[in-house]
């Protein structure tokens, strides 16, 4: 063998070996980011489902009941919002995604608007309950 069939062979191995790898990097690269918002999506419910927990049974013991609840929102938290009878969490980089948690009470308030662990003061106002 010469000199230039050895490079040749060898140009052509490493052509193959990246031709393969790149595609498998844009694949993994996705995947990646869909489970990343799957996991963020499930922590904004739990967060959401401890929040409104605590909501009703605070309305449910009457006024001038009131708690704090802990809560760690997930990192790619864009907005959180109270409507009424819903928590709603827009979450995720890619494509945001709403998480809408019902309840079956009245609420006010304010969420935060990033992700991260807060202790939210929960307070019954006679009718409806209002966090912050």
Excluded at 36 to 44: L, M, S, T, Y
Excluded at 62 to 81: C, E, F, I, W
């Amino acid at each position: 063998m010469n000199q230039g069939q050895v490079a040749l062979e060898y140009m052509f191995v490493i052509g193959v070996a990246i031709t393969i790898l790149i595609p498998l990097f844009f694949i993994y690269s996705d995947q990646s980011s869909d489970f990343i918002c799957r996991v963020d999506q499930e922590h904004a419910y739990i967060a959401g489902q401890q929040i409104a927990d605590t909501a009703e049974t605070v309305f449910y013991l009457g006024y001038p009941s009131q708690a704090d609840v802990r809560v760690r929102l997930p990192t790619s938290m864009k907005a959180g919002t109270i409507a009424n009878r819903e928590l709603v969490f827009n979450v995720c980089n890619t494509n945001e995604v709403e998480v809408i948690i019902p309840t079956s009470i009245n609420m006010t308030g304010t969420l935060p608007s990033n992700g991260g662990i807060y202790v939210l003061q929960v307070e019954n106002k006679g009718t409806y309950v209002e966090i912050s």
